[in-house]
Protein backbone atom coordinates (compact mmCIF):
# COMPACT_ATOMS: atom_id res chain seq x y z
CA UNK A 1 0.00 0.00 0.00
CA UNK A 2 1.09 3.29 -0.64
CA UNK A 3 0.04 6.65 0.99
CA UNK A 4 1.07 10.05 0.93
CA UNK A 5 0.45 12.30 4.33
CA UNK A 6 0.80 15.77 3.92
CA UNK A 7 1.40 18.29 6.39
CA UNK A 8 2.59 21.56 7.30
CA UNK A 9 5.18 20.29 10.48
CA UNK A 10 7.73 18.14 10.16
CA UNK A 11 11.63 17.00 11.54
CA UNK A 12 13.65 19.60 11.96
CA UNK A 13 10.65 21.83 11.78
CA UNK A 14 8.23 20.68 14.65
CA UNK A 15 6.17 22.98 15.80
CA UNK A 16 3.36 21.66 18.03
CA UNK A 17 1.27 18.68 19.06
CA UNK A 18 0.31 17.63 15.40
CA UNK A 19 4.25 17.93 14.04
CA UNK A 20 4.72 15.65 17.15
CA UNK A 21 1.55 13.58 15.80
CA UNK A 22 2.72 13.28 11.76
CA UNK A 23 6.65 12.47 12.77
CA UNK A 24 5.55 9.74 15.34
CA UNK A 25 2.27 8.02 13.11
CA UNK A 26 5.16 8.15 9.94
CA UNK A 27 7.56 6.06 11.62
CA UNK A 28 5.11 3.38 12.98
CA UNK A 29 3.43 3.42 9.48
CA UNK A 30 6.29 2.59 7.50
CA UNK A 31 6.58 -0.44 9.15
CA UNK A 32 3.57 -1.52 7.90
CA UNK A 33 3.68 0.37 4.20
CA UNK A 34 5.20 2.32 2.35
CA UNK A 35 5.11 6.02 2.91
CA UNK A 36 5.80 9.61 1.09
CA UNK A 37 5.77 12.83 3.78
CA UNK A 38 5.13 15.73 1.86
CA UNK A 39 6.46 18.53 4.33
CA UNK A 40 6.54 22.40 4.27
CA UNK A 41 9.43 24.28 4.86
CA UNK A 42 11.87 23.33 2.15
CA UNK A 43 13.52 20.27 1.14
CA UNK A 44 15.13 17.97 4.13
CA UNK A 45 18.79 17.09 4.11
CA UNK A 46 17.79 13.11 2.72
CA UNK A 47 15.05 12.57 0.08
CA UNK A 48 15.62 9.33 -0.41
CA UNK A 49 13.24 6.55 0.56
CA UNK A 50 14.47 4.37 3.62
CA UNK A 51 13.31 0.42 3.00
CA UNK A 52 12.52 -2.38 5.13
CA UNK A 53 11.05 -5.66 4.34
CA UNK A 54 7.44 -4.14 5.45
CA UNK A 55 7.73 -0.66 4.04
CA UNK A 56 9.41 2.41 3.38
CA UNK A 57 9.31 5.94 4.28
CA UNK A 58 10.21 9.32 2.14
CA UNK A 59 10.58 12.69 3.21
CA UNK A 60 10.18 15.20 0.53
CA UNK A 61 9.99 19.18 1.73
CA UNK A 62 8.14 22.09 -0.25
CA UNK A 63 9.33 26.08 0.01
CA UNK A 64 6.65 28.52 -0.74
CA UNK A 65 7.03 30.26 -4.12
CA UNK A 66 8.84 32.95 -3.50
CA UNK A 67 6.55 34.80 -5.77
CA UNK A 68 4.22 34.54 -3.02
CA UNK A 69 6.78 36.76 -0.33
CA UNK A 70 4.91 38.60 2.01
CA UNK A 71 1.30 38.01 1.12
CA UNK A 72 -0.99 37.08 2.94
CA UNK A 73 -0.25 33.70 5.06
CA UNK A 74 -3.16 31.51 3.86
CA UNK A 75 -2.15 32.60 0.06
CA UNK A 76 1.33 31.13 0.96
CA UNK A 77 0.07 28.08 2.18
CA UNK A 78 -2.00 27.56 -0.60
CA UNK A 79 1.31 27.85 -2.80
CA UNK A 80 2.61 25.47 -1.33
CA UNK A 81 -0.42 23.11 -1.06
CA UNK A 82 -0.80 22.99 -5.03
CA UNK A 83 2.99 22.02 -5.55
CA UNK A 84 2.00 19.19 -3.17
CA UNK A 85 -1.28 18.26 -5.00
CA UNK A 86 0.77 18.16 -8.04
CA UNK A 87 3.21 15.67 -7.24
CA UNK A 88 1.18 13.44 -5.25
CA UNK A 89 2.14 9.43 -6.40
CA UNK A 90 0.40 7.25 -4.24
CA UNK A 91 -2.80 4.64 -3.93
CA UNK A 92 -4.13 7.19 -0.63
CA UNK A 93 -3.24 10.81 0.65
CA UNK A 94 -3.48 11.08 4.34
CA UNK A 95 -3.47 15.37 4.94
CA UNK A 96 -3.52 17.11 8.51
CA UNK A 97 -4.37 20.12 9.67
CA UNK A 98 -6.24 22.80 7.66
CA UNK A 99 -2.67 24.07 6.24
CA UNK A 100 -3.00 20.76 3.49
CA UNK A 101 -6.75 20.66 2.96
CA UNK A 102 -6.33 22.76 0.12
CA UNK A 103 -3.48 20.32 -1.06
CA UNK A 104 -5.40 16.73 -0.27
CA UNK A 105 -8.67 18.32 -1.81
CA UNK A 106 -7.04 19.01 -4.86
CA UNK A 107 -5.02 15.56 -5.23
CA UNK A 108 -7.99 13.80 -4.60
CA UNK A 109 -9.66 15.29 -7.96
CA UNK A 110 -6.64 15.48 -9.41
CA UNK A 111 -5.55 12.06 -9.31
CA UNK A 112 -8.76 10.20 -8.58
CA UNK A 113 -7.40 8.80 -5.06
CA UNK A 114 -9.04 8.94 -1.36
CA UNK A 115 -8.68 11.56 0.52
CA UNK A 116 -8.50 11.13 4.81
CA UNK A 117 -8.13 13.77 6.87
CA UNK A 118 -6.97 14.16 10.47
CA UNK A 119 -8.47 16.66 12.63
CA UNK A 120 -6.20 18.16 15.48
CA UNK A 121 -8.41 21.18 15.50
CA UNK A 122 -10.81 22.84 13.48
CA UNK A 123 -11.10 26.09 11.94
CA UNK A 124 -14.96 26.75 13.24
CA UNK A 125 -13.80 26.79 16.76
CA UNK A 126 -10.81 28.83 16.56
CA UNK A 127 -12.11 32.26 15.78
CA UNK A 128 -9.16 34.04 17.36
CA UNK A 129 -7.05 32.78 14.12
CA UNK A 130 -8.34 36.09 12.41
CA UNK A 131 -6.19 38.09 14.63
CA UNK A 132 -2.95 35.90 13.01
CA UNK A 133 -4.62 35.28 9.37
CA UNK A 134 -6.61 38.60 8.71
CA UNK A 135 -9.17 37.28 5.69
CA UNK A 136 -7.10 34.41 5.13
CA UNK A 137 -8.98 33.08 8.27
CA UNK A 138 -12.31 33.19 5.62
CA UNK A 139 -9.80 31.06 3.06
CA UNK A 140 -8.09 28.74 5.72
CA UNK A 141 -12.12 28.33 6.91
CA UNK A 142 -13.20 27.16 3.46
CA UNK A 143 -10.68 25.17 2.56
CA UNK A 144 -11.04 23.12 5.81
CA UNK A 145 -15.20 23.05 4.93
CA UNK A 146 -14.31 21.67 1.74
CA UNK A 147 -12.26 18.89 2.18
CA UNK A 148 -13.78 17.91 5.26
CA UNK A 149 -17.74 17.54 3.17
CA UNK A 150 -15.77 15.70 0.53
CA UNK A 151 -13.07 13.64 2.31
CA UNK A 152 -13.59 10.13 2.30
CA UNK A 153 -12.80 9.25 5.91
CA UNK A 154 -12.25 11.61 8.64
CA UNK A 155 -10.06 10.61 11.32
CA UNK A 156 -10.96 12.40 15.14
CA UNK A 157 -8.39 12.27 17.41
CA UNK A 158 -10.82 12.13 20.35
CA UNK A 159 -14.28 11.33 20.93
CA UNK A 160 -14.93 14.82 21.54
CA UNK A 161 -13.25 15.96 18.78
CA UNK A 162 -15.79 13.80 16.64
CA UNK A 163 -18.60 15.88 18.38
CA UNK A 164 -17.22 18.63 17.26
CA UNK A 165 -17.14 17.73 13.78
CA UNK A 166 -20.70 16.80 13.61
CA UNK A 167 -21.01 20.29 14.96
CA UNK A 168 -18.95 22.43 12.70
CA UNK A 169 -20.42 20.41 9.63
CA UNK A 170 -23.10 18.87 9.28
CA UNK A 171 -22.77 18.03 5.65
CA UNK A 172 -20.73 15.45 6.78
CA UNK A 173 -21.83 11.72 6.63
CA UNK A 174 -21.05 10.63 10.54
CA UNK A 175 -20.63 7.42 9.24
CA UNK A 176 -17.36 8.93 7.49
CA UNK A 177 -15.92 9.96 10.88
CA UNK A 178 -14.13 7.61 13.07
CA UNK A 179 -11.90 8.01 16.16
CA UNK A 180 -7.91 7.23 16.41
CA UNK A 181 -6.51 8.94 19.29
CA UNK A 182 -3.17 10.74 19.60
CA UNK A 183 0.09 8.53 20.84
CA UNK A 184 3.28 8.38 22.28
CA UNK A 185 6.20 6.26 22.03
CA UNK A 186 7.11 5.41 26.01
CA UNK A 187 10.47 4.85 25.24
CA UNK A 188 11.23 8.34 24.26
CA UNK A 189 10.27 9.86 27.80
CA UNK A 190 12.50 7.23 29.76
CA UNK A 191 14.21 9.26 32.68
CA UNK A 192 17.94 10.50 31.51
CA UNK A 193 20.88 9.34 32.97
CA UNK A 194 22.52 11.39 35.74
CA UNK A 195 25.05 12.85 32.91
CA UNK A 196 22.44 13.08 30.26
CA UNK A 197 23.44 16.87 28.74
CA UNK A 198 19.32 17.33 28.87
CA UNK A 199 19.29 18.27 32.38
CA UNK A 200 21.75 21.47 31.50
CA UNK A 201 18.64 23.16 30.92
CA UNK A 202 17.93 23.26 34.86
CA UNK A 203 21.32 25.56 35.14
CA UNK A 204 21.10 27.63 31.81
CA UNK A 205 17.77 28.90 33.19
CA UNK A 206 18.63 29.07 37.24
CA UNK A 207 15.76 26.27 37.57
CA UNK A 208 15.82 25.61 41.46
CA UNK A 209 15.49 21.31 41.40
CA UNK A 210 14.87 21.04 45.22
CA UNK A 211 11.46 23.93 45.15
CA UNK A 212 8.20 21.95 44.28
CA UNK A 213 7.88 22.93 40.40
CA UNK A 214 4.82 23.43 37.78
CA UNK A 215 5.38 22.88 34.14
CA UNK A 216 3.50 24.48 31.48
CA UNK A 217 4.50 23.58 27.83
CA UNK A 218 2.92 25.13 24.89
CA UNK A 219 2.60 27.47 22.52
CA UNK A 220 1.11 31.29 22.92
CA UNK A 221 -2.01 30.86 21.04
CA UNK A 222 -5.29 31.66 22.70
CA UNK A 223 -6.79 28.16 22.63
CA UNK A 224 -3.81 27.20 25.08
CA UNK A 225 -5.28 29.59 27.71
CA UNK A 226 -2.10 31.04 29.36
CA UNK A 227 -3.36 34.05 30.33
CA UNK A 228 -5.95 32.40 32.65
CA UNK A 229 -3.03 30.42 34.22
CA UNK A 230 -1.06 34.07 34.18
CA UNK A 231 -4.14 34.96 36.28
CA UNK A 232 -4.68 31.98 38.24
CA UNK A 233 -1.47 31.47 39.64
CA UNK A 234 -1.88 35.07 41.70
CA UNK A 235 -3.60 32.79 44.19
CA UNK A 236 -0.78 30.35 44.02
CA UNK A 237 1.10 29.00 46.79
CA UNK A 238 4.53 31.54 46.19
CA UNK A 239 6.47 28.79 47.14
CA UNK A 240 5.88 27.01 44.02
CA UNK A 241 8.28 27.72 41.10
CA UNK A 242 6.65 27.95 37.81
CA UNK A 243 8.47 26.87 34.71
CA UNK A 244 6.58 28.50 31.23
CA UNK A 245 7.99 26.75 28.16
CA UNK A 246 5.79 29.15 26.19
CA UNK A 247 6.91 30.52 22.60
CA UNK A 248 6.14 31.16 19.04
CA UNK A 249 3.42 33.94 19.74
CA UNK A 250 0.65 33.33 17.42
CA UNK A 251 0.50 37.46 17.04
CA UNK A 252 2.65 39.78 18.76
CA UNK A 253 -0.56 41.53 20.46
CA UNK A 254 -0.86 38.01 22.62
CA UNK A 255 2.90 37.90 22.93
CA UNK A 256 3.08 41.38 24.39
CA UNK A 257 0.02 40.56 26.67
CA UNK A 258 1.95 37.73 27.92
CA UNK A 259 5.18 39.68 28.60
CA UNK A 260 3.66 42.24 30.64
CA UNK A 261 1.60 39.27 32.67
CA UNK A 262 4.98 37.65 33.05
CA UNK A 263 6.68 40.70 34.43
CA UNK A 264 3.46 41.52 36.78
CA UNK A 265 3.91 37.72 38.48
CA UNK A 266 7.76 38.32 38.93
CA UNK A 267 7.01 42.00 40.78
CA UNK A 268 4.14 40.04 43.06
CA UNK A 269 5.44 36.91 43.64
CA UNK A 270 8.73 36.34 42.07
CA UNK A 271 9.47 32.00 41.02
CA UNK A 272 8.76 32.20 37.72
CA UNK A 273 10.92 30.92 34.92
CA UNK A 274 9.69 31.98 30.69
CA UNK A 275 11.70 29.59 28.52
CA UNK A 276 11.05 30.96 25.20
CA UNK A 277 12.80 28.87 22.59
CA UNK A 278 11.68 25.33 21.78
CA UNK A 279 13.73 23.51 23.89
CA UNK A 280 15.63 20.06 21.88
CA UNK A 281 13.51 16.98 23.02
CA UNK A 282 16.36 15.36 25.07
CA UNK A 283 16.11 18.87 27.62
CA UNK A 284 12.52 18.98 27.64
CA UNK A 285 12.52 15.32 28.77
CA UNK A 286 15.21 15.44 31.30
CA UNK A 287 12.45 19.65 32.23
CA UNK A 288 9.67 16.90 32.54
CA UNK A 289 11.30 14.78 34.51
CA UNK A 290 12.72 17.49 36.55
CA UNK A 291 9.68 18.85 37.48
CA UNK A 292 6.46 17.90 40.47
CA UNK A 293 3.42 18.52 38.14
CA UNK A 294 1.96 19.45 34.73
CA UNK A 295 -1.00 22.09 34.13
CA UNK A 296 -3.03 21.88 30.85
CA UNK A 297 -5.29 25.42 30.73
CA UNK A 298 -6.47 25.24 27.31
CA UNK A 299 -9.90 26.23 26.60
CA UNK A 300 -9.45 23.89 22.97
CA UNK A 301 -8.01 20.70 23.22
CA UNK A 302 -8.94 18.31 20.73
CA UNK A 303 -7.01 15.88 22.77
CA UNK A 304 -3.82 17.61 24.22
CA UNK A 305 -0.73 15.21 23.11
CA UNK A 306 1.50 17.57 25.84
CA UNK A 307 -0.83 15.58 28.75
CA UNK A 308 0.29 12.59 27.40
CA UNK A 309 3.95 13.46 27.09
CA UNK A 310 3.54 14.66 30.88
CA UNK A 311 1.85 11.20 31.99
CA UNK A 312 4.34 9.52 30.12
CA UNK A 313 6.99 11.47 32.46
CA UNK A 314 5.24 10.41 35.67
CA UNK A 315 3.60 13.76 35.94
CA UNK A 316 0.26 14.30 37.35
CA UNK A 317 -1.35 16.50 35.42
CA UNK A 318 -4.10 19.62 36.14
CA UNK A 319 -5.99 19.92 33.19
CA UNK A 320 -9.21 22.12 31.50
CA UNK A 321 -12.15 19.42 31.59
CA UNK A 322 -12.46 20.27 27.73
CA UNK A 323 -12.59 18.60 24.48
CA UNK A 324 -10.94 15.37 24.33
CA UNK A 325 -8.35 15.46 27.87
CA UNK A 326 -10.92 14.29 30.02
CA UNK A 327 -10.41 10.87 27.65
CA UNK A 328 -6.60 11.12 28.67
CA UNK A 329 -6.81 12.73 32.35
CA UNK A 330 -8.86 10.77 35.00
CA UNK A 331 -10.08 13.27 37.38
CA UNK A 332 -8.59 12.34 40.76
CA UNK A 333 -7.16 9.15 39.22
CA UNK A 334 -4.24 10.89 37.47
CA UNK A 335 -4.14 14.33 38.09
CA UNK A 336 -7.28 16.93 38.39
CA UNK A 337 -9.72 18.39 35.87
CA UNK A 338 -10.40 21.84 36.30
CA UNK A 339 -14.05 22.41 35.44
CA UNK A 340 -15.44 24.87 33.02
CA UNK A 341 -18.17 26.32 31.23
CA UNK A 342 -17.75 28.02 27.94
CA UNK A 343 -19.57 30.24 25.24
CA UNK A 344 -20.83 28.41 22.37
CA UNK A 345 -19.59 31.19 19.84
CA UNK A 346 -16.57 29.07 18.98
CA UNK A 347 -14.26 30.87 20.87
CA UNK A 348 -14.03 28.44 24.39
CA UNK A 349 -13.98 31.17 26.25
CA UNK A 350 -15.18 30.84 29.99
CA UNK A 351 -18.74 31.96 30.68
CA UNK A 352 -17.31 33.08 33.94
CA UNK A 353 -13.49 33.48 33.31
CA UNK A 354 -12.73 34.44 37.25
CA UNK A 355 -14.56 31.26 38.65
CA UNK A 356 -12.37 29.36 35.86
CA UNK A 357 -8.98 31.22 37.05
CA UNK A 358 -9.87 30.26 40.97
CA UNK A 359 -10.50 26.98 40.16
CA UNK A 360 -7.25 26.33 38.08
CA UNK A 361 -5.65 27.86 41.20
CA UNK A 362 -6.91 25.80 43.65
CA UNK A 363 -6.48 22.37 41.59
CA UNK A 364 -2.88 23.67 41.70
CA UNK A 365 -2.87 24.62 45.25
CA UNK A 366 -4.05 21.11 45.99
CA UNK A 367 -1.69 18.83 44.15
CA UNK A 368 1.31 20.52 45.56
CA UNK A 369 -0.25 20.00 49.23
CA UNK A 370 -0.09 16.20 49.10
CA UNK A 371 3.21 15.71 47.44
CA UNK A 372 2.94 11.48 47.72
CA UNK A 373 -0.46 11.46 46.61
CA UNK A 374 1.04 13.56 43.40
CA UNK A 375 3.40 11.23 42.96
CA UNK A 376 0.73 8.38 42.85
CA UNK A 377 -1.13 10.14 40.41
CA UNK A 378 1.95 10.80 38.54
CA UNK A 379 2.95 6.75 38.31
CA UNK A 380 -1.02 5.75 37.20
CA UNK A 381 -0.33 8.28 34.61
CA UNK A 382 2.08 6.43 33.28
CA UNK A 383 0.90 3.48 33.31
CA UNK A 384 -2.51 4.77 31.41
CA UNK A 385 -0.08 6.09 28.82
CA UNK A 386 1.77 2.85 28.57
CA UNK A 387 -1.71 0.57 28.39
CA UNK A 388 -3.92 3.19 26.12
CA UNK A 389 -1.76 5.33 24.25
CA UNK A 390 0.70 3.29 22.27
CA UNK A 391 1.68 4.34 18.99
CA UNK A 392 1.63 0.69 17.75
CA UNK A 393 -2.00 0.17 18.21
CA UNK A 394 -2.67 3.32 16.45
CA UNK A 395 -0.45 2.73 13.44
CA UNK A 396 -3.05 -0.69 13.07
CA UNK A 397 -6.04 1.51 13.39
CA UNK A 398 -5.17 4.05 11.12
CA UNK A 399 -4.06 1.34 8.27
CA UNK A 400 -7.11 -0.40 8.93
CA UNK A 401 -8.57 3.02 7.82
CA UNK A 402 -6.85 2.93 4.74
CA UNK A 403 -8.09 -0.26 3.91
CA UNK A 404 -11.42 0.37 4.57
CA UNK A 405 -11.60 2.83 2.18
CA UNK A 406 -9.93 1.64 -0.36
CA UNK A 407 -11.69 -1.20 -0.39
CA UNK A 408 -14.93 1.01 -0.81
CA UNK A 409 -13.47 2.71 -3.84
CA UNK A 410 -12.84 -0.31 -5.17
CA UNK A 411 -16.19 -1.53 -4.91
CA UNK A 412 -17.87 1.49 -6.26
CA UNK A 413 -15.14 0.84 -9.67
CA UNK A 414 -16.40 -2.47 -10.14
Same mark, same amino acid.
Given at each position: ??? &??????????? @? /????????? #?????????????????????????? $? &?????????? @???? =??? &? /????? *???? /? %????????? &??? +?? $?? $? =?? @? =??? %?????? +? +????? +?????????????????????? @???SSWAERDAYEHADRIIAVSGGMREDILSAYPNVDPNKVVVVHNGITLADFETPAPDDTGWAVFDRYHIDRDKPTLLFVGRITRQKGLPYLLQALHFVDPDIQVVLCAGAPDTPEIGKEVKEAVARLNEERGNIIWIEEMLPKHELNALEHGCDAFICPSIY?? #?? *??????? %???????? =?ATGGIPEVVVDGVTGYLVPIEQKHDGTGTPTNPERFVHDLADAINEMFADPQRAKDMGKRGRERARDKFSWESIADQTVAVYRSVLEERAAQHE
Open positions: MKV &DILTREYPPHV @Y /GGAGVHVEE #LAKVLAERIDVTVRAFDGPRESEAAQ $H &DERGSLRVIG @YDVP =TEL &D /GDNAA *IRTF /G %ADLQMANDV &DSE +LV $HA $H =TW @Y =TCL %AGRMAQ +L +LHDVP +LVITAHSLEPFRPWKREQLGGG @YNLEP #LG *IVNLEAM %ACGLPVVA =T
